[in-house]
């Protein structure tokens, strides 16, 4: 894929303009993206198939498994990571370098992204992902089919952790077919390193909240959303493309785009407990109220806890455990909605300050400028 077909794409839209489409948020994401999730889709597809043949060849029955895991990677995903990692190497190189030399280490970013999900379904207990089955789900379903003794949940679960486990091999596994120097490939390493154990250290604390609300705040439950979500979807690809691009560290585009990637990460993961209360189904491809019905303190329901008068968190507690639809309304009557709402365009605005500054290709800050407020704003 030529880099002028993406640069293309960014000059249409910001000729058509943010009112363009049904959806506009979600029009401007899929300009930008177009032509880089098929040019990354077609290399995971490519490095797949070989995988999954290989296993096949192990025993017959890894024929379902490997594919089940192939399925995970390629079906569906707006490849967030990797267009945000593309910007970040597009930003420091301009509009001239070759992309293929890079473009396995930005497909490698949506491997490390499946091994994340499935792994988190198993943990949320969650039965559907993009509008279907999840791994664990599914698996447990072949389990009763055919026949087999033992728990299904049970069976279901530890082949989902196998597919997870598999997932990061492979990111690492392709991660190494980009064709970079070696000393710049070190520091490459060093970032995706980096951003694997923060994304463990956020999940981590995501599930210690589940587990000790009482002791959770606001404060908290941002710190979740900046380790969980935050670096590997939108900061850490961003200094990940740098790195392929061998911007050193303590150059100022490095600085921008920490800043600009912390606070649309941020604005990400509000959205996302936004659309987890309030967001259409057949959108989110997930049931809207799992947070609410787990209690997971998220930012959305710390708010709503702290900004609630005392009559209003004395029915948050009573309907704690009742319909969700209820509990849902009560929150938003607390003003957390709107207090979120207002976050993310806090979130937006730091962002777009810190590139207005940045030393940055001018495509790649059309591009930025453009995701984040798709990002900030999408509805699934």
Known sequence: MANDAVAGNVTRV??????????????????????????????????????????????????????T???AVLAGGKRIRSTFAYWGWRGAVGGTAALPPVLPALAA???????????????????????????????????????????????GEAVAVLIGDLCMVWAD???????????RLFEVRRCYDQMRVETVAGQYLDVLGENDPASWSVDRALRVARYKTASYTVQRPLLFGACLAGVPADD????????????????????????????????????AGDDLRTGKPTTLLMLARELATPAQLTALEAAADGPVDTLAKLV???????RVEQMIAERVSDALAALDAA??????????????????????
């Open 14 to 67: 910001a000729a058509a303009g943010p009112g363009d489409g049904d959806d506009p948020v979600r029009a401007v994401l899929a300009a930008y993206t177009h032509d880089l999730v098929t040019a990354v889709d077609e290399t995971l597809n490519a490095f797949l198939t070989a995988e999954v043949d290989t296993l096949n060849d192990i025993d017959p029955s890894m024929g379902s498994f490997a594919a």
């Open 69 to 71: 895991a192939r399925e």
């Open 109 to 155: 970013l949506e491997l490390l992204h499946t091994f994340a999900l499935v792994h988190d379904d198993v943990m949320d207990a969650s039965t559907t992902r993009r509008g279907r089955p999840t791994a664990h789900v599914a698996f447990a379903e072949q389990h009763v089919a055919a026949g087999h003794r033992g728990d299904p949940g049970r069976f």
């Open 173 to 183: 596994q392709l991660l190494a077919h980009a064709s970079v120097p070696s000393t």
């Open 252 to 287: 100022p585009l490095v600085s921008a785009y920490t800043r600009y990637g912390l606070a649309v990460g941020e604005a990400f993961q509000l959205r996302d407990d936004l659309l987890g209360v309030y967001g259409d189904p057949a959108a989110t491809g997930k049931p």
């Open 332 to 338: 938003a009557e607390t003003g957390a909605v709107t």
């Open 359 to 380: 030393p940055v290709d001018q495509t790649a800050r059309t591009a930025l400028t453009g995701l984040a407020t798709a990002a900030a704003n999408r509805r699934a």
